[in-house]
């Protein structure tokens, strides 16, 4: 117990420096330590607590860059990573259960061996039941920890609910299972890690102005509304250039910025379609839904907590912004372009809307077609890792990016001289 103790006091040390190398290390190396001492020795729950003392009040806060966490917190971080937590369970809630579950999977295994047999034949098609009844047991065992994490939020406990369900959307959460690898582009520094987790939970950021240069009182909510400094178009471009990226090597004909043709002034379009003649979509490519047939799609983020978008429910507010791009250019596209249009609608927490997901899953399907013994699942894996950490990077830049320096020595109305007519020269 005191070398594991020790173990975690030493990534504490490295999390101050490398917060993401730390968290890896844990999450994939140390705490498989005592996972397999949990399944493998009974009724040590007691002794676990001094471990998840100093996991509670040394690790997670040096990881996350907080001085102190709350419990309810603290029960948020045990949760995984796609129910909106970080995968750092209480080891000493735990264990018991862990044992009972080894005791299940082994049990064929364990009668083998107390009857000496000669032969092992097991039932492999029992054993996988068994794993998939405990794999089920334990998701239903960590929704019934979120509910009650929810439920005992003492302040609007609807926005504790929110943000575990904007967290726990698909792929969301895979920046955080994805090795620091640096040939990769998933390595983040401290400040981007810690921000990272700012953005997931929504604190508040650190070390940064609380007045910002349009003079509005500064916080994540309006750094990622603010069109000061291009940010919000930097954050829409470079996901529009990844996609587009991504569509080259199994699309042809494919485009950035595609002009849409020009109207003759008696077509019969909806209102609310965009007819300007300088009309353009985000990206176009030939041979993605059927052959030789042409998209277009355009790129759509926005910010969740924004005050337009705060009392919505998730997946009305992706249907919401899905809508607002069909109405603009849906009926254009088919009518005019003869071709199919896909909005995709992306939230700077990183969730999809419905009609993105259907898309980067065929993106996966031409892909794995077109890449010999590359599988569909690890192509959709990669199309969100990359999409994701993408959108990431640019949303973080857009946290602490400089947008000018704000002068606090304004002049009074009453102060300035508005007599713009040159003085007498007695008056001087």
């Given at each position: 117990?005191?070398?594991?103790?020790?173990?975690?006091?030493?990534?504490?040390?490295?999390?101050?420096?490398?917060?993401?190398?730390?968290?890896?290390?844990?999450?994939?190396?140390?705490?498989?330590?005592?996972?397999?001492?949990?399944?493998?020795?009974?009724?040590?729950?007691?002794?676990?607590?001094?471990?998840?003392?100093?996991?509670?009040?040394?690790?997670?806060?040096?990881?996350?860059?907080?001085?102190?966490?709350?419990?309810?917190?603290?029960?948020?971080?045990?949760?995984?990573?796609?129910?909106?937590?970080?995968s750092?369970?209480?080891?000493?809630?735990?264990?018991?259960?862990?044992?009972?579950?080894?005791?299940?999977?082994?049990?064929?295994?364990t009668?083998a061996?107390?009857?000496?047999?000669?032969?092992?034949?097991?039932?492999?098609?029992?054993?996988?039941?068994?794993?998939?009844?405990?794999?089920?047991?334990r998701?239903?065992?960590?929704?019934?920890?979120?509910?009650?994490?929810?439920?005992?939020?003492?302040?609007?406990?609807?926005?504790?609910?929110?943000?575990?369900?904007?967290?726990?959307?698909?792929?969301?959460?895979?920046?955080?299972?994805?090795?620091?690898?640096?040939?990769?582009?998933?390595?983040?520094?401290?400040?981007?890690?810690?921000?990272?987790?700012?953005?997931?939970?929504?604190?508040k950021?650190s070390?940064?102005?609380?007045?910002?240069?349009?003079?509005?009182?500064?916080?994540?909510?309006?750094?990622?509304?603010?069109?000061?400094?291009?940010?919000?178009?930097?954050?829409?471009?470079?996901?529009?250039d990844?996609?587009?990226?991504?569509?080259?090597?199994?699309?042809?004909?494919?485009?950035?910025?595609?002009?849409?043709?020009?109207?003759?002034?008696?077509?019969?379009?909806?209102?609310?379609?965009?007819?300007?003649?300088?009309?353009?979509?985000?990206?176009?490519?030939?041979?993605?839904?059927?052959?030789?047939?042409?998209?277009?799609?355009?790129?759509?983020?926005?910010?969740?907590?924004?005050?337009?978008?705060?009392?919505?429910?998730?997946?009305?507010?992706?249907?919401?912004?899905?809508?607002?791009?069909?109405?603009?250019?849906?009926h254009?596209?088919?009518?005019?372009?003869?071709?199919?249009?896909?909005?995709?609608?992306?939230?700077?927490?990183?969730?999809?809307?419905?009609?993105?997901?259907?898309?980067?899953?065929?993106?996966?399907?031409?892909?794995?077609?077109?890449?010999?013994?590359?599988?569909?699942?690890?192509?959709?894996?990669?199309?969100?890792?990359?999409?994701?950490?993408?959108?990431?990077?640019?949303?973080?830049?857009?946290?602490?990016?400089?947008?000018?320096?704000?002068?606090?020595?304004?002049?009074?109305?009453?102060?300035?001289?508005?007599?713009?007519?040159?003085?007498?020269?007695?008056?001087?």
């Amino acid at each position: 117990m005191k070398s594991w103790i020790t173990d975690i006091n030493d990534l504490s040390r490295i999390a101050a420096k490398e917060p993401q190398l730390a968290y890896s290390a844990y999450i994939y190396g140390t705490s498989k330590r005592w996972n397999y001492v949990c399944r493998t020795t009974p009724d040590i729950s007691q002794l676990l607590k001094p471990l998840e003392y100093t996991i509670k009040e040394t690790f997670i806060p040096a990881v996350i860059g907080r001085s102190y966490i709350d419990q309810t917190f603290r029960d948020i971080m045990s949760l995984p990573s796609k129910l909106g937590g970080m995968s750092i369970p209480n080891v000493s809630e735990i264990s018991d259960i862990e044992y009972n579950n080894s005791i299940t999977v082994t049990e064929q295994l364990t009668e083998a061996i107390i009857e000496q047999a000669n032969i092992l034949e097991l039932d492999y098609e029992a054993i996988k039941e068994a794993k998939c009844e405990i794999s089920d047991k334990r998701l239903k065992f960590y929704q019934q920890q979120k509910q009650d994490i929810i439920s005992k939020t003492e302040l609007q406990p609807e926005n504790t609910a929110r943000l575990l369900e904007l967290a726990s959307e698909k792929g969301v959460s895979c920046w955080l299972t994805s090795l620091p690898l640096k040939s990769f582009g998933f390595s983040m520094t401290k400040q981007e890690f810690h921000d990272a987790i700012a953005l997931r939970y929504n604190f508040k950021i650190s070390n940064v102005s609380g007045i910002c240069f349009c003079n509005e009182k500064n916080s994540i909510n309006h750094s990622l509304v603010c069109k000061k400094g291009g940010y919000v178009n930097l954050r829409h471009n470079s996901m529009r250039d990844t996609i587009a990226e991504l569509l080259t090597p199994i699309c042809y004909d494919v485009v950035t910025e595609p002009p849409l043709l020009e109207l003759a002034g008696s077509e019969d379009l909806p209102r609310g379609t965009i007819l300007s003649p300088e009309a353009r979509l985000d990206i176009s490519a030939r041979s993605f839904w059927s052959p030789m047939d042409k998209i277009y799609t355009d790129v759509r983020i926005f910010h969740p907590h924004a005050p337009s978008n705060a009392k919505m429910e998730v997946t009305r507010m992706y249907k919401h912004h899905e809508d607002i791009k069909k109405r603009a250019y849906l009926h254009r596209v088919q009518q005019i372009e003869k071709g199919s249009f896909t909005p995709l609608v992306f939230s700077t927490t990183g969730g999809v809307s419905g009609e993105a997901d259907k898309f980067f899953r065929r993106l996966a399907e031409k892909m794995t077609q077109k890449k010999l013994g590359s599988s569909y699942s690890d192509n959709i894996s990669f199309i969100r890792r990359r999409l994701r950490f993408d959108l990431l990077r640019t949303t973080l830049i857009s946290l602490r990016g400089y947008r000018g320096k704000r002068s606090d020595s304004s002049n009074k109305i009453e102060e300035l001289d508005l007599n713009l007519e040159p003085k007498a020269r007695s008056e001087m």
